[in-house]
């Protein structure tokens, strides 16, 4: 009697379970084509009609700290979000805002529980495909998106491939600021370096002079960096080595470049370095915001760093210590002074996309091109301080999945700024960032003001990091990656692993716990424990070419 | 008693005091030392200037944790988890441990029953198949993702199923006879009995949801439902941009406090409603050990 | 007769919550074990092609893997060990203080690091131990360099292994304790007139009774070898020490959550649950024949 009672019970839930679990399979079709308004020539205005009913979409959101909010607003109900609504009768539905978005979502794949529209990386991309969990979007793209989005995909369309799979869209990439934003620099805190009177580096080892003199006059360590080593491989370069990048030998097959001869010289440096006091003793346990608070507090002058140093920490920094603290970028130099091959990376890092389930996969492109017509068209069209609530104090960033990159756009914007700042003349501005970069350059200048220091240091200072980069690109001062869209699935599925282990190998190096031949058994067990697959599995899908 | 009285015997008395009182310090100072800095000044606390008294006295730093809101929010949210959680073991409990406190012949398939409660003790799931099942139940982002879980602990249960077999048939008996129904004698006869039993087995819980973290992580999207505990997890990491979060001028804040007398000043007011129940645990745990291992 | 079937209802009614909140949370996971055995394709759910062996073969094939295992052993086992030679020493010392006072101070103030979780713990570490943290500052006073506890590889188990004792010796003193106390006084009375002094007691007298004690927790303990911690090792530890403090737990999370290997993650955590089901089995056997220890 009870056994079979029991039995039921479980029959019961085994049915439930078993019914969950198909739940997610039946991808039902997009419904009939909405009702939405129609342009004065009265055809569909696909790309910025307003839904005549109200649409509800869902997403999901990573927490964007530095973004300031009116008092109210937050990630889920700002002016983007209510611009939506009055513009387009969408309404976004945020499920969720997190720390840790990459975690949370692979847990929301596992269980097939997904919102609408969202944020992946090239890594959940592939998986998401496999799994035929989202939409295929070639045609809604094609009949949604607006000449401007189509037109940025025209301009990267290395990008754009990515996104595809057997000539379908399944991602459309946000796509970034073009190759300027890519080189990496060596930031030295000006007024120390003036106080002590020395010359601007022209060489790696006037870089670790100039460490070595900071750390005489002002104590501390002499350079910042932290435990992923990301900041100390940026120098590498110096070294003709390209860490975490996969790259053409002479032979013309892909290596990676951290595994290479070259990586040894530079380790073997840093190794002395690290014996001198001059990379911070601590770097092991140090995070990125551990590193850039001993920084802020004004206790190390040199950092290796990408391009929006004074964004973060640079604002901080000027807070904190002042005006002439604030930390000019150089050019990464090799050792006979001449200028270091930066690396250039494929830099689209995610991917919109639209979950099998949705209904409305055409309320995301619709949304896109609303982003893409605010931050490239505002100007003009919108009020000024209508355009500065979508975008000032880095609420341009809190967008999510709804946000598209012009891969020109920092390139363009440059030249323009820094001829208007030369000449005063700003008639050629099209764009709000235009203005912003060029205003807040002349505020910083005029009244140091700490949260203009990221566009100053940018683009306005009379060493700005983009003057630089413009140099590095204009003179094709790089190589490109040879990884130049998405990784296959080896080295998505290993490809974390495979990093720790030179990670963890390198730290020992530097830190001087084995010495330098350590390298070739660390070289050993990466290409033992799945380097050797994951390179095979790269050349055989990038080598062709 | 002259051996009491003897040289040796005084010297050993002096080393075993010193030595006691030294490793209960150990055990102590940490929690003096946390207690310090996070009422010091930031600069004095870089500067390595704290040990066990306050210097540059400042509240600064609890000013900061309660007027966040995340704080209160995620400590509101555990006092809800330990109130709710608590009640919900001590009701399955005391429903499971009664029929299985009788032997076999009175709950026919009792062992079956013990038998299918021991085996979640000795084997789980793991981290994924858990996880989709409580998405599946959807109780994804819901406080009862962190109670329904765990709903039975089958070890307290089992303490529980103990005491009461090592009460009196007697009492039972009488009640049986006057015709009371099992549910009856439970709720009037046995429950006042079980008192001292419960009160363990329910500080056993609360001191659980207390301390949990890892589930609030997991089953838990949106930051904002996070328990204490989770909350306090993720600081380990992350304090720093809290701090930039909450929209008071950085400078300001960091003149008056960092990192270390916030993150400090956050785990010492997590740490004291343990603190304040401590008296209630170490009495009751101590029993409870007795109770757990008394025989079947 | 009526009554009494009427009475076995009744049991069987109460067995139903606990029953129904087990299956689901606990047996229902059981079930989609079957994903370690799967190539997981989330979008299928359950009917995921099968895989047979091969994510087991794959992870076993991991250099990465067969070190956690050793790290994993390697601090279980001190963990272990020193979790009962570390409070034997102090309640025996702790048995010698005749003030009554001055023993439960002692004993209270040892067993409250136990009670707090180990996110408060791990807080508390983090500070203490950093580099211009507490520890360090004290080491400077006497000369002795700063030394890395949570970043160096060679030092990173012992710190765990060591703050695991410090956090838990207070709980196995109480045990300890208690046992001794009902030790028979008149036994050291008769040894006292045979001349043997307090060493020569607590060798042929204390540690004999104390035995079964000790060897029931060890064997207690047998159940944990494969849990090296991970509260406490996933709050403190960094890439840097992966070497050496990467676990078994604190693998399968990263595997499973971080880099979305929902297979390779469950079988895993399979290998481990079995394990650990074979050895808590073991240990019950053993706790039975041993020291006549019975939980059911």
Known sequence: MRKKWIAAVMACCLVALSACSNGGNNGEAPAAEPKQAVKENGEVDYAFGKYEEPVTIHTVRAEYASAQFPAGDDMSNNVWTRAYKERFNIEVVTDWVTDEYDTKLNLAISSNELPDVFHVNATQLQQLIEADMIMDLTDVFDKYASDRVKGYMEADSSSYESGKRDGKLYGIPQLHWGFIDQPDFVWIRNDWKEELGLPDPQSIDDVKNIALKFMEAYGGYGMAVDQTLDYLNALAIAWDAHPDMWLKDQDGKIVYGSVQPEMKDALAAWAEWYKLGIIDPEFPVKDFSAMNSNVVAGEVGVQPYWQWWGYNPGVDVVTNLGKDAVFYPYKIKKADGSDATQSIFFANGVYTVVSKKSKHPEAAIKLLNFYAYILDEGVGSETPEALSAFIDKDIAHVTGAFKIINPNTDYEQFSRVSEALASGDTSAFTTSGMWQKYNNSVEFKKNGTPAATGDYLQQGSPKNAYGLSKEIIDNKQYIETALWGAPPEELADHGSTLDDILTEGFTKIIMGAENIDYFDTIVANWRSAGGDAATQAVNEMYGGN | ?296 | MLAKLKRQKSYHLMLVPGVILTFIFSYLPFYGLIIAFQDYNPGMGFQSPWAGMENFQHVFNQPNFLRTIWNTLYMSFFKIALGIVVPVFFALLLNEVARSLFKRTFQTLVYIPNFLSWVIMAGILIDILGSDGFVNTLLGVFGIEPVSFLGSPSIFPWTMIVTDVWKGFGFGTVVYLAALTSIDPGLYEAALIDGANRWKQTIYITLPLLAPTIVLMSVLSLGNVLNAGFDQIFNLYSPVVYETGDIIDTYVYRLGIQQAQYSIATAVGLFKSVVSCIMVALSYVLANKVAGYRIF
């Open chain 2, 1 to 296: 008693m002259a051996y009491e009285n003897s040289t040796g015997r005084k010297l050993f008395h002096a080393f075993n005091y010193t030595f006691l009182l030294l490793t209960s310090l150990l055990c102590v100072l940490p929690f003096v030392n946390l207690l310090a800095v996070s009422f010091s000044g930031s600069a004095a606390v870089s500067a390595g200037d704290v040990a066990f008294w306050p210097v540059d006295f400042t509240t600064s730093a609890y000013e900061f944790a309660l007027e966040g809101g995340d704080f209160l929010q995620s400590l509101w949210i555990s006092v809800q988890r330990v109130a709710i959680g608590t009640i919900v073991n001590l009701v399955l409990m005391v429903l499971t441990a009664y029929p299985l406190s009788k032997t076999k012949d009175k709950v026919s398939g009792r062992n079956i029953y013990m038998l299918f409660f021991v085996i979640t003790m000795l084997f789980n799931g793991g981290l994924i198949p858990s996880y989709l099942i409580v998405v599946k139940t959807g109780l994804i982002d819901s406080i009862w993702s962190l109670i329904l879980p765990g709903a039975l602990p089958v070890f307290s249960m089992i303490i529980l199923m103990n005491f009461l077999r090592g009460l009196p048939e007697e009492i039972e008996e009488s009640a049986t006879i006057d015709g009371a129904g099992a549910m009856q004698i439970l709720v009037r006869i046995l429950l006042p009995l079980l008192k001292p039993a419960l009160a363990t087995v329910g500080l056993f819980s609360i001191v659980g949801h207390w301390n949990s973290w890892f589930d609030g992580i997991i089953y838990m999207n949106n930051t904002s439902n996070y328990p204490l505990q989770s909350y306090l997890q993720t600081l380990l990491l992350s304090f720093e941009q809290l701090m930039m979060k909450a929209g008071r001028d950085y400078t300001q804040l960091l003149a008056m406090m960092n990192v270390r007398t916030g993150r400090a000043a956050q785990l010492f007011l997590a740490a004291i409603p343990i603190m304040l129940i401590y008296p209630f645990l170490q009495k009751y745990f101590t029993s409870g050990l007795v109770l757990g291992s008394v025989k079947g």
